[in-house]
């Protein structure tokens, strides 16, 4: 397939965290460390090699960089420093602005000032509403259970869906690959494991405890999404609901703080290098769960009506958090990567109907 040659794409990355783009000189060694790669998925050298080469149609059209999970082993092991696991991550900020319609993720990630300027309208917003509402707890709290849910339909409905067809049609489309029928089905099944476990980081060098860590804050912020959104956790008196959302919460801000804390210890690969959107995604995760808890504690020792403005701080936060970080922030890696995985995965079907593997 004949593609153009874009000298700039080089430059373009740049804006999303590259630096030793220009170190590499392909001796393959990424590539022959990683536990990842395999026949048919050849990173990160056949990513660095596109973007060295300007091809921009064939980075947008690989799955390859969402299936490195940054364990940093090829970045440890470089014999030029050429530093391949930070630029596989940005690569992946990169491929977020191009599935982007909106076009907001390409200008979050390029520009901190713009990022700041949304934060602080939805602020703003947030406390607009809480005068309309004349700062009454119930009618409040009542607002803010609806705001949830229609976050959730908006965000996924007219933002990620269509970014998930755009990745589709660059990937799988576009690059005419010819999986048969049966593929589509037997990958859902990859697909809806992935989401829930990541289960093929547990084949990286950086051991099982990141990978539970993983699996931990995954199912925490899941479960703790589905105990406010859909069993209204801050107005329930069940005891089973209440206990699961303080469970489920605590998880959330614990590991979530031990990320944190890894990250400003920079004692393994992974947390050396940090995007300003590595650290808002972890804090504000935090933050979600932390604040949730609060609340809920602030509901059952009937302190909330004297502390209102805690519980206006945890829907700010949820706010940015939905409007912000989901859409257009570093949220979206873990839903393009397990889509890339199930992309990936016809990939490999079409590969092995053609004889190629």
Same mark, same amino acid.
Not at 76 to 83: I, W
Not at 176 to 190: C, D, E, L, Q, R
Not at 205 to 223: A, C, K, N, P, Q
Not at 317 to 343: C, D, E, M, N
């Given at each position: 397939?004949?593609?153009?040659?874009?000298?700039?794409?080089?430059?373009?990355?740049?804006?999303?965290?590259?630096?030793?783009?220009?170190?590499?000189?392909?001796?393959?060694?990424?590539?022959?460390?990683?536990?990842?790669?395999?026949?048919?998925?050849?990173?990160?050298?056949?990513?660095?090699?596109?973007?060295?080469?300007?091809?921009?149609?064939?980075?947008?059209?690989?799955?390859?960089?969402?299936?490195?999970?940054?364990?940093? =082993?090829?970045?440890?092991?470089?014999?030029?420093?050429?530093?391949?696991?930070?630029?596989?991550?940005?690569?992946?900020?990169?491929?977020?602005?191009?599935?982007?319609?909106?076009?907001?993720?390409?200008?979050?990630?390029?520009?901190?000032?713009?990022?700041?300027?949304?934060?602080?309208?939805?602020?703003?917003?947030?406390?607009?509403?809480?005068?309309?509402?004349?700062? =009454?707890?119930?009618?409040?709290?009542?607002?803010?259970?609806?705001?949830?849910?229609?976050?959730?339909?908006?965000?996924?409905?007219?933002?990620?869906?269509?970014?998930?067809? #755009?990745?589709?049609?660059?990937?799988?489309?576009?690059?005419?690959?010819?999986?048969?029928?049966?593929?589509?089905?037997?990958?859902?099944?990859?697909?809806?494991?992935?989401?829930?476990?990541?289960?093929?980081?547990?084949?990286?060098?950086?051991?099982?405890?990141?990978?539970?860590?993983?699996?931990?804050?995954?199912?925490?912020?899941?479960?703790? *999404?589905?105990?406010?959104?859909?069993?209204?956790?801050?107005?329930?008196?069940?005891?089973?609901?209440?206990?699961?959302?303080?469970?489920?919460?605590?998880?959330?801000?614990?590991?979530?703080? #031990?990320?944190?804390?890894?990250? *400003?210890?920079?004692?393994?690969?992974?947390?050396?290098?940090?995007?300003?959107?590595?650290?808002?995604?972890?804090?504000?995760?935090? *933050?979600?769960?932390?604040?949730?808890?609060?609340?809920?504690?602030?509901?059952?020792?009937?302190?909330?009506?004297?502390?209102?403005?805690?519980?206006?701080? #945890?829907?700010?936060?949820?706010?940015?958090?939905?409007?912000?970080?989901?859409?257009?922030?570093?949220?979206?890696?873990?839903?393009?990567?397990?889509?890339?995985?199930?992309?990936?995965?016809?990939?490999?079907?079409?590969?092995?109907?053609?004889?190629?593997?």
């Amino acid at each position: 397939m004949n593609q153009l040659v874009n000298p700039e794409l080089k430059q373009e990355l740049l804006k999303y965290g590259l630096k030793e783009w220009n170190d590499c000189f392909h001796c393959g060694n990424c590539t022959a460390i990683c536990s990842l790669t395999e026949q048919g998925f050849l990173f990160p050298r056949k990513g660095i090699r596109a973007l060295q080469l300007g091809l921009k149609q064939s980075l947008a059209g690989s799955t390859d960089p969402w299936l490195c999970y940054y364990c940093g =082993e090829c970045t440890e092991t470089c014999p030029r420093d050429a530093n391949p696991a930070e630029l596989m991550m940005s690569i992946r900020r990169y491929l977020t602005k191009v599935y982007d319609w909106t076009g907001l993720a390409g200008l979050f990630y390029r520009s901190k000032l713009a990022l700041f300027i949304g934060f602080i309208l939805v602020l703003i917003a947030v406390i607009a509403v809480g005068y309309v509402k004349h700062f =009454e707890t119930e009618a409040l709290m009542k607002f803010g259970h609806l705001f949830e849910q229609l976050v959730i339909l908006a965000v996924f409905g007219l933002i990620l869906l269509p970014n998930i067809f #755009h990745m589709f049609w660059l990937t799988i489309v576009k690059q005419k690959v010819k999986a048969p029928i049966s593929a589509y089905i037997t990958g859902i099944w990859h697909l809806i494991w992935n989401v829930f476990t990541q289960n093929r980081s547990l084949k990286c060098e950086t051991g099982s405890f990141r990978w539970f860590e993983h699996f931990l804050i995954v199912i925490g912020y899941i479960s703790l *999404l589905f105990v406010t959104v859909f069993l209204n956790w801050f107005s329930t008196t069940n005891t089973i609901i209440i206990w699961l959302g303080y469970i489920v919460g605590g998880i959330v801000f614990v590991f979530t703080f #031990h990320f944190i804390i890894g990250r *400003l210890n920079k004692k393994r690969e992974v947390t050396k290098y940090s995007h300003p959107s590595d650290w808002l995604f972890v804090i504000w995760l935090f *933050l979600l769960g932390f604040t949730a808890f609060i609340v809920r504690v602030l509901i059952d020792t009937n302190l909330i009506d004297n502390n209102l403005w805690l519980y206006i701080i #945890h829907l700010i936060v949820i706010a940015q958090w939905g409007i912000l970080l989901v859409p257009f922030g570093k949220w979206t890696h873990f839903l393009y990567r397990s889509f890339a995985i199930y992309f990936a995965y016809l990939k490999k079907s079409a590969l092995k109907r053609q004889g190629a593997i």
